[in-house]
């Protein structure tokens, strides 16, 4: 199935200026809401306790914080709906300490009188442990950022690597600043999330620089802007469908996978866009704009080729007997 038909080449580098201008303005705004908002750790990285409870009509939230704060481990509990009106979390920042206390046992002491319940999920999680997770996601991130500035680096080209590198910065950037803007909980699906961003990102990027370090290959155009413009045009196709394919996927999960993969799918389904849009207005920009030279490029493709010939013609020599 044909989409796009190649009779026409877009201009997209002719967009780049004020894609810069967007993308700045969404990374900037990202900071600002990190630095004066901050990221609302889960109970996976600050610690802490979750229970999650179910009535069987609506949650009498008001009569439960009443009945909570009849004990001192309940004293600074927030309790808030979560997907329907008849399910509810309860968080706690702190733990009782004593493995031999059941704070499932103490929920359902502590709510005795407020209907028909049960304790659906208990979640316990220690601030040391908690530090421990946060450092190791934020290692994690790191970790494959470097890995995957050396794997393209090694591939393409040291401005094939940088471009890509921002492209992810600008991606993960973006997803934090919209995951900040609507409050969501960062835990380890949130992490995972992200982790998948970089990889759907650079997977898209590297199609793009692909096609790219092909028609500079093999054209004969030395203007590096229009091998761009018709690189991207003919990979348009593909993006688009594997990006919709993607995006229908995650959105239905969103949609209808409930309120604890809510977090994943809203981290997915913007890293989706901005991952898409960042692999044709940021990373392939950035290489016209470093300077990447075409006819250098074609020069050093020559000079390895001529050694190719000369390395192949040197075996062929030797396995002859003529030296």
């Known amino acids: 199935?044909?989409?796009?038909?190649?009779?026409?080449?877009?201009?997209?580098?002719?967009?780049?200026?004020?894609?810069?201008?967007?993308?700045?303005?969404?990374?900037?705004?990202?900071?600002?809401?990190?630095?004066?908002?901050?990221?609302?750790?889960?109970?996976?990285?600050?610690?802490?306790?979750?229970?999650?409870?179910?009535?069987?009509t609506a949650a009498p939230i008001d009569a439960?914080?009443?009945?909570?704060?009849?004990?001192?481990?309940?004293?600074?509990?927030?309790i808030t709906e979560f997907g329907s009106e008849d399910e509810v979390v309860i968080r706690m920042k702190t733990t009782t300490g004593n493995v031999t206390v059941d704070i499932g046992d103490l929920t359902r002491e502590a709510l005795n009188g407020t209907g028909n319940y049960e304790i659906r999920r208990v979640d316990i999680v220690g601030p040391t442990v908690g530090?421990?997770?946060?450092?190791?996601?934020?290692?994690?991130?790191?970790?494959?950022?470097?890995?995957?500035?050396i794997y393209v680096a090694f591939r393409f080209e040291w401005r094939f690597a940088v471009a890509s590198i921002i492209a992810l910065v600008h991606d993960v950037s973006i997803a934090l600043g919209a995951i900040t803007l609507v409050g969501l909980d960062v835990n380890l699906d949130v992490l995972a999330a992200l982790l998948t961003?970089?990889?759907?990102?650079?997977?898209?990027?590297?199609?793009?620089?692909?096609?790219?370090?092909?028609?500079?290959?093999?054209?004969?155009?030395s203007d590096?802007?229009?091998?761009?413009n018709e690189s991207v045009t003919r990979t348009l196709a593909r993006t688009t469908l594997t990006s919709l394919t993607t995006f229908f996927v995650v959105f239905t999960l969103f949609m209808f996978g409930g309120e604890i993969i809510h977090p994943f799918a809203f981290t997915l389904l913007v890293g989706v866009v901005i991952g898409t849009y960042s692999s044709v207005f940021v990373a392939s920009p950035i290489l016209i704009w470093f300077g990447f030279d075409v006819k250098n490029y074609h020069v050093k493709l020559a000079n390895k080729a001529k050694r190719e010939a000369e390395k192949q013609r040197m075996r062929d020599q030797y396995e002859s007997g003529v030296m």
């Open 131 to 149: 530090a421990e997770l946060k450092e190791k996601g934020i290692m994690s991130l790191v970790l494959a950022v470097i890995g995957i500035l």
């Open 197 to 221: 961003i970089l990889g759907y990102s650079l997977n898209d990027t590297i199609i793009v620089f692909d096609r790219i370090r092909e028609g500079i290959t093999n054209s004969k155009n």
């Open 224 to 228: 590096l802007t229009d091998t761009v």
């Open 64 to 78: 439960m914080r009443e009945k909570l704060k009849t004990n001192e481990i309940f004293a600074n509990a927030s």
């Open 1 to 56: 199935m044909e989409f796009f038909k190649y009779t026409r080449t877009f201009n997209f580098m002719g967009k780049s200026k004020f894609a810069l201008v967007v993308s700045i303005f969404l990374v900037l705004s990202s900071y600002i809401l990190l630095a004066t908002k901050g990221l609302n750790y889960g109970v996976d990285f600050a610690g802490g306790t979750i229970v999650q409870v179910k009535y069987d």
